[in-house]
């Protein structure tokens, strides 16, 4: 759906990206990782065509990102901000209709996902009455209000609690599974391995990693396995490494001099170990 | 897709129903009529409370002058000053004569506790005068003097009269002229300025409410500007014919009023004597002509299409500006380099008044920076239609020019957040592709 082809961006001072290629999938949810002032914002900003490339090329489906296409595409942007005199259902149906989408079904859009999220008492509150997360959440609807076929979501998550995280989560999923392909941007590597097929690990305007987040995982695996020993009445767990060059069963055959084995299991990195790993 | 107007439906809509909006625009006229009449009618009001005045009369000359009435009560005293104070306390003051006022007209004297109030003062000193002046004639041993004096005196009214296009003779008033003219440029200077910054304000919010980058991939930068501007100056037209109509509503209230006053408050006789005054005079009806001689139709038509022009102009400048900075207090340094253009039209506008005629007048009615305000003063006066056409056509070729450079800089300027640009920045934005 989105091809990146030898992109670089520089700004006055700063090469912002350097030769960035990537390709994200229909129907895939991708996960752009990396450091602050990595280049993230100004890859995504490419994407959703608020600013065009130095060099290279951003498509989508073939065709160079402008932002003639802003109705295929919704963006929630880190920095979050909403008109706060206005009041909910008419902010939403706004965002709707500048996005193309008509009168009617603006609002009965606009009802929908009152209903689906629970607050339909909000819809004559202006924005300024609202809470942080629950403004945030009128960001997040007035972001997918118009169906886009991508969704680009930077830090999503950031100033929800874990209820509402967790709902926002499953409506990415939602969507996702609808057919729309999401591009997610993120600090929280947990809900990068939940959500994420794909990502690409930028620093310092370079891909530093990409590719499927399992193979990724098993890429970086250090033979460490999770092994749980019965010692009598006792039961433990540790981390034992596998040496090199030893087969699974001689590493069992070694273990098992110290206690019954009940439990063993490779421990795979988490995505944090490997994007700290990475970028430091 | 255009969304303009939406983004005009958006910008108006949030701004009219504002109850701060309502509220200004239905409390700007009022104070304008309280600003005129309040002062009116302090100046009518007479403090009547009783005042009482010890004279001090050294000369021993005045003493048939001050006649006690309602108000004023004389004390005459031989004492002097010191010695007068104690003896009367609680008195307004005391006017202390060293001598003849004929040959010293300076060292009279007004001591009081409390500040004399101008009143009293003025009160005092048309008495003293009256008789200094009755002295001198008396002096001066010509008989019929004080007659000769009251015929000397004069009071010409230069009436002028204009010939319309049919070659009729018309009632003019070049003072109701250059007061139309000063006062429609003041209005629309105000407008542009107001709406202008309004404008701005806009902008500059929208940035620092961090909305821009969702509107900006929602929308394109061009039609987020334009449909601010387009909408902002829906307001100001809105605001403008609410005052028309309030204004047309107001004078016909109060000519009923004033004609019901004249019938109840005068008697047939003083009413007689008003109308036969003010026909002697020549004064009121020719005020009316000078009122209808002007075409006040093709004013209100030229006052809106120059609004229209001048404000494009100066809120497009505004709002490229106002995309530039990312707070309020930022914005004056680009501001200021427009507000002093903008104050030079002013002047102009307020020296053409009195030269409407010359040549720096023709000129700044043509420059598009200057032409809203001065042209106005001018069309009392009756300006050729070329003219008008011409500068109206300049107005309009250069808001393009600037709403196009403008939308170069708010494009750049809008997503630019943390530092403030410098005016060759801003210039490399403009040239950015």
Request: hydrophobic content about 45%; some cysteine; aromatic content about 8%.
């Amino acid at each position: 759906m989105i091809e990146i082809n030898q992109v670089s961006k520089s700004f006055e001072r700063k090469q912002a990206l350097r030769e960035v290629t990537m390709s994200i999938g229909d129907g895939t949810i991708y996960g752009l990782l990396g450091p602050n002032g990595a280049g993230k914002t100004t890859l995504i900003r490419i994407m959703t065509g608020i600013t065009m490339p130095d060099s290279g090329e951003a498509l989508m489906d073939g065709k160079q990102i402008s932002l003639s296409m802003a109705s295929k595409i919704g963006y929630l942007p880190e920095e979050r901000g909403l008109y706060k005199k206005m009041r909910v259902g008419e902010q939403i149906r706004y965002f709707a209709r500048l996005r193309g989408m008509s009168a009617d079904e603006a609002k009965q859009e606009t009802e929908n996902w009152l209903h689906r999220f629970g607050i339909e008492s909000w819809k004559m509150k202006r924005i300024e009455e609202l809470s942080k997360g629950m403004a945030q959440k009128v960001q997040f609807i007035t972001t997918v209000i118009h169906r886009p076929r991508l969704l680009i979501l930077d830090e999503p998550f950031s100033g929800f609690d874990p209820v509402n995280s967790k709902q926002i989560q499953d409506e990415i999923l939602r969507l996702n599974g609808e057919g729309t392909t999401v591009v997610l941007s993120t600090h929280d590597m947990e809900s990068v391995e939940t959500l994420c097929k794909e990502i690409s690990l930028i620093n310092d305007g370079r891909i530093v990693l990409q590719g499927d987040v399992q193979e990724i995982r098993q890429r970086y695996r250090e033979n460490v396995f999770e092994v749980t020993l019965r010692k009598g009445e006792d039961r433990e767990t540790r981390l034992i490494k596998k040496n090199e060059g030893e087969s699974n069963n001689d590493f069992l055959m070694r273990i098992a001099k110290e206690g019954e084995v009940v439990e063993f299991r490779e421990k795979l990195p988490s995505m944090n170990e490997i994007f700290i790993k990475t970028v430091s | 897709m255009s969304n303009i107007g939406l983004i005009i439906g958006h910008e108006y809509m949030t701004r009219v129903s504002k109850k701060s909006f309502i509220i200004i625009t239905l409390l700007t006229p009022l104070m304008m009529i309280a600003a005129i009449a309040l002062p009116t009618w302090l100046m009518t009001r007479t403090d009547d409370s009783k005042k009482q005045i010890v004279v001090i009369d050294r000369s021993g000359m005045y003493s048939e002058l001050f006649r006690n009435d309602d108000i004023y009560t004389y004390i005459y005293s031989g004492e002097d000053i010191d010695a007068a104070r104690k003896t009367h306390q609680e008195v307004t003051g005391f006017l202390y004569i060293p001598g003849d006022l004929t040959s010293d007209s300076t060292s009279v004297t007004f001591y009081s506790e409390k500040q004399a109030s101008a009143e009293v003062v003025s009160h005092l000193k048309r008495l003293l005068n009256q008789k200094a002046e009755q002295q001198k004639i008396d002096a001066s041993g010509i008989p019929e003097l004080k007659e000769i004096m009251k015929s000397v005196k004069s009071d010409i009214n230069l009436k002028t009269v204009k010939f319309d296009e049919s070659g009729k003779e018309q009632v003019t008033s070049a003072e109701m002229a250059e007061l139309l003219g000063l006062f429609s440029s003041l209005l629309i200077y105000m407008f542009i300025m107001m709406y202008g910054s309004m404008v701005m304000q806009g902008v500059v919010q929208e940035k620092s409410n961090r909305i821009m980058e969702v509107m900006v991939a929602s929308t394109r930068p061009f039609d987020l500007m334009m449909g601010k501007i387009i909408g902002v100056a829906l307001v100001g037209l809105t605001q403008f014919a609410i005052w028309v109509v309030m204004t047309l509503m107001a004078s016909g209230i109060i000519m009923s009023i004033a004609g019901i006053n004249y019938s109840i408050g005068m008697n047939t006789e003083e009413l007689m004597q008003s109308v036969e005054t003010m026909r002697a005079q020549g004064m009121d009806t020719d005020i009316m002509n000078a009122v209808l001689g002007f075409n006040f139709r093709k004013i209100l038509i030229l006052f809106v299409l120059y609004f229209i022009g001048g404000y494009l102009l100066y809120s497009s400048l505004f709002a490229a500006f106002g995309s530039a900075v990312d707070n309020e207090t930022d914005t004056q340094q680009f501001t200021a380099p427009l507000t002093i253009v903008i104050l030079l039209a002013m002047y102009a506008g307020i020296y053409a008044t009195n030269h409407p005629d010359s040549q720096v007048t023709f000129w700044c009615s043509m420059i598009p920076f200057t032409s809203p305000v001065v042209m106005l003063v001018r069309l009392p006066f009756d300006v050729a239609w070329w003219e008008i056409v011409l500068s109206l056509l300049i107005l309009a070729g250069s808001f393009v020019a600037s709403t196009w450079v403008a939308a170069k800089i708010y494009r750049v300027g809008i997503l630019m957040y943390g530092k403030k640009p410098t005016w060759k920045e801003i210039w490399k934005w403009v040239k950015y592709k």
